[in-house]
């Protein structure tokens, strides 16, 4: 019997709070291609980077044709023969495609040194036929195209002679035709023993690509399947499972009143097309999808941080126009996705930080009344319970759940009626999520209307009146009622599912 | 207004749009200078500018390099004081002109190699470490040379500036070079092909398996080095070593580097825009002295060649 080439045993890896892969094993044999499945924050790029040596595995074992080994770095993966077709492009902008495809193994020149750059285009430009392109290898690689970047980061892949090749989403940014292309150079590669490991989200790809499938969720392997025999309802089953944590249902019903925020075929340079959707008074309505969807974005066209190009936003019938500022006044209140780098102005108190959206509201004329900041202060302290010492304590050292409770709290100065909340319980533990579901409700139940975008299918099912899925920047459905539901919203969210 | 005038300059003169803001703005130097002064386009006027520009362009060249890896080296006036002051101590020491070259040198290299590592491996922010090292420097000039200017340096020294070989003069062959070996560095080794890299995407180098800390540090290392080659110069042209000569100089080299066309993001940088850019700086200096224009406005003209210098660049991208 062979051996795999590559076997990982009960891999485990850590960060401060979160098991990001809890003994996981996987392995994958020559000829093969392996395909890992799993939603958003799953562990499957956690993986890959134990894998490319990016992250060191806290514990397990790594395995190259049986023998043991031992990744540090990038060097030791490239030693085994692994190479890795990013999902974030490991491009240089001011490097041309060559440079880009040899960089870390550029070929000598005659003169001690320097590099030969002739043979490096030369060999560039094989690798550019092979897949088809036909573009100089002369060429700045930030001159390109989303798609021809990411054929570059193929062609970079296949031009190492790589015995172990992995893919993480590698058709996600590819035209039709691309993605036939790669398709069969995967089959070519395949057929001279490379063994491939292919992370995706397309149904379609797994099913026709695949040998075999593993899936992974929250960091633990939940099982294996063969596509022959397994159909996609039951991969995404494996998926989703059963989730046991309700700490957060409603307990209420909602009353949906006016159409606070409606969005009308909104478009914008940051790749969000065709987005309409309303959100009433009284409601939480979800916008669900994969990282990448275009979620974020809308939240950021809606506020007026990104440009809209074409459709209307309006807040109560009136049409939002110009900057943020003036999206606060018109009562839009955003609740960033990273509340550290944008929510919070992280050296600076806990009071400072809770006041200043509401100062232009809490003092007009622009003279500031320190007694009237502690007053206030103290009063969304207690009313949020943030635990903190005092309203001087500087918001680093507040857990993720407090600070996400500041950056709520920002917004109750201000009078906002419309709410967007961009995964409002990212890296919060459960309790503190229950707290801050317990905020949202008590808005909702005051007449605020929300916007809730969450990776967390539980969240957007329990907690959502109804909820839109995106898929590639486009809204790809409504589910309301009894068709809201997990399974429902993996099949809109991935392509050809 | 500006905008839309220099918009329709530019589909009016397509061609004018593919040429570097740069070598327009050297070009209008030239031909202002030139009608204002029948001194300016002589041969021997011409070569000056040259002559004065080689320091600037020796220690500008590196520069490059630190502000394409998203870095800044604000110490460099200081250093290339510092190493000017050595190279004099060490001249009037022992009278031993290789000596005195070498640890000028040595002493540049290893204060890069300081800045360089303090930077990478403290993972400090460039504008604070090298400011810090700026004060260092400064203030270790003073020491050596007791707040004094030390003038026992010897004749031989001085030859390097005023010296000629084949009637040019010997700081250009410093400048040539420089140039030359810098250019081949940056565009013809794996170095240089890292230095593209860590500006632009210092973890994509770092998964292709590149020691990128090491190739960091070299940066720097380089640039301190090349301040102590130039220093030699520094010495030979006021054939003494003073302890403010080059102070504030980081000013002129930064400028040269923002002219040229490099950015301090993603490792955009293009070494001979440095080049036009430390002419440009060295022909306002020249013609502004020229038309007898004071040396303390000649500060201003240069700030305000770094703010056109880079609205130009802006129009022309929206253009």
Request: glycine share 10%.
């Amino acid at each position: 019997m062979t051996l795999p080439i590559l076997e990982l045993r009960s891999i485990s890896k850590f960060f401060p709070g979160i098991v990001a892969l809890d003994k996981v094993s996987f392995d994958v044999y020559s000829g093969e291609v392996h395909m890992l499945l799993g939603e958003n924050g799953a562990g499957k790029s956690t993986l890959m980077k134990v894998l490319c040596g990016a992250y060191q595995a806290d514990g397990g074992e790594i395995y190259h044709q049986g023998q043991p080994v031992q990744i540090h770095h990038p060097g030791d993966a490239r030693n085994l023969g692994i190479a890795v077709i990013f999902q974030e492009f490991s491009l240089v902008p001011y490097l041309n495609i060559a440079q880009n495809i040899f960089l870390g193994r550029e070929y000598s020149g005659s003169i001690p040194g320097t590099l030969d750059h002739s043979r490096m285009h030369q060999e560039a430009k094989h690798w550019l036929r092979v897949l088809s392109l036909d573009i100089d290898t002369h060429t700045l690689v930030h001159t390109l195209g989303v798609a021809q970047q990411q054929m570059v980061e193929i062609a970079k892949a296949l031009s190492q002679d790589a015995k172990i090749l992995v893919m993480d989403e590698p058709t996600a940014a590819l035209s039709d035709r691309e993605t036939t292309l790669l398709f069969e150079m995967i089959r070519k590669l395949q057929s001279e023993g490379v063994a491939i490991i292919y992370i995706s989200h397309r149904m379609a790809e797994v099913f026709s690509m695949g040998d075999r499938i593993t899936v992974l969720r929250d960091g633990k392997q939940v099982g294996s399947a063969d596509p022959k025999t397994t159909t996609p309802d039951e991969l995404v089953q494996m998926m989703v499972g059963r989730r046991v944590d309700m700490a957060y249902a409603r307990n209420f019903q909602s009353q949906p009143g006016r159409v606070a925020l409606k969005l009308s075929h909104l478009c914008s340079e940051n790749g969000i097309e065709d987005i309409s959707l309303e959100v009433r008074e009284g409601e939480i309505v979800g916008l669900a999808g994969l990282v990448g969807a275009g979620r974020t974005e809308v939240a950021r066209a809606t506020f007026g941080v990104d440009k809209v190009s074409s459709g209307t936003v309006e807040i109560f019938g009136k049409n939002r126009t110009g900057e943020p500022f003036q999206s606060v006044d018109m009562g839009l209140a955003l609740i960033p996705e990273s509340r550290k780098t944008e929510g919070l102005a992280l050296i600076r108190s806990v009071e400072e930080n809770i006041i200043l959206s509401g100062l232009n509201k809490i003092f007009p004329s622009s003279w500031i009344n320190n007694r009237k900041v502690q007053q206030i202060s103290e009063d969304l302290i207690r009313k949020l319970r943030i635990a903190t010492p005092s309203g001087k304590q500087s918001t680093q050292l507040l857990s993720g759940g407090n600070q996400q409770k500041i950056v709520i709290g920002k917004w109750l100065t201000t009078d906002s009626k419309i709410f967007i909340f961009d995964e409002p319980t990212r890296g919060i533990d459960v309790g503190a999520k229950a707290e801050i579901f317990a905020l949202i409700y008590k808005l909702v139940e005051d007449g605020a209307a929300v916007l809730m975008i969450s990776s967390e299918l539980s969240e957007i099912v329990n907690v959502c009146d109804k909820a839109y899925v995106m898929r590639e920047g486009k809204i790809s459905g409504l589910l309301e009622k009894e068709a809201l539901n997990e399974e429902n919203i993996l099949k809109l969210g991935m392509t050809d599912a | 207004m500006l905008n839309t005038t220099l918009n329709e300059g530019f589909t009016i003169f397509p061609t004018l749009k593919r040429i570097p803001g740069v070598a327009l703005m050297l070009f209008a130097c030239m031909l202002v200078f030139s009608i204002l002064n029948a001194d300016f386009l002589s041969v021997p006027n011409l070569m000056n500018i040259g002559v004065q520009s080689t320091i600037l362009l020796m220690i500008s060249l590196p520069m490059t390099l630190v502000i394409m890896a998203e870095g800044i080296d604000m110490s460099i006036g200081a250093l290339l004081t510092f190493c000017g002051v050595i190279a004099a101590y060490f001249l009037a020491l022992t009278h031993n002109l290789p000596l005195a070259i070498c640890m000028a040198i040595l002493v540049g290299l290893v204060i890069g190699i300081v800045n360089g590592a303090i930077i990478v491996y403290l993972n400090m922010p460039p504008f604070v470490v090298t400011l810090g090292m700026l004060g260092i420097c400064q203030s270790l000039a003073l020491i050596v040379t007791d707040g004094q200017t030390i003038s026992d340096v010897g004749n031989t020294i001085g030859l390097a500036y005023t010296g000629n070989f084949l009637g040019i003069p010997l700081p250009i062959y410093f400048a040539i070079v420089s140039y030359v070996v810098i250019h081949i560095l940056l565009y013809h080794t794996r170095f240089g092909t890292y230095v593209f890299a860590i500006g632009g995407n210092r973890d994509a180098l770092k998964l292709a398996g590149v020691r990128v800390n090491l190739h960091h540090i070299a940066i720097y290392a380089l640039s301190g080095m090349m301040a102590g080659l130039a220093s030699i110069l520094l010495t030979a042209r006021m054939n003494s070593g003073h302890p403010t000569a080059a102070i504030g100089m980081e000013f002129d080299a930064i400028a040269a580097v923002i002219v040229g066309g490099t950015s301090f993001e993603k490792g955009n940088g293009w070494l001979f825009g440095t080049f036009l850019g430390v002419i440009t700086v060295g022909v306002l200096r020249n013609g502004l002295n020229l038309i007898g224009v004071q040396s303390s406005i000649q500060v201003a003209s240069i700030g305000l060649l770094v703010l056109v210098a880079l609205l130009l660049d802006s129009f022309k991208s929206k253009a």
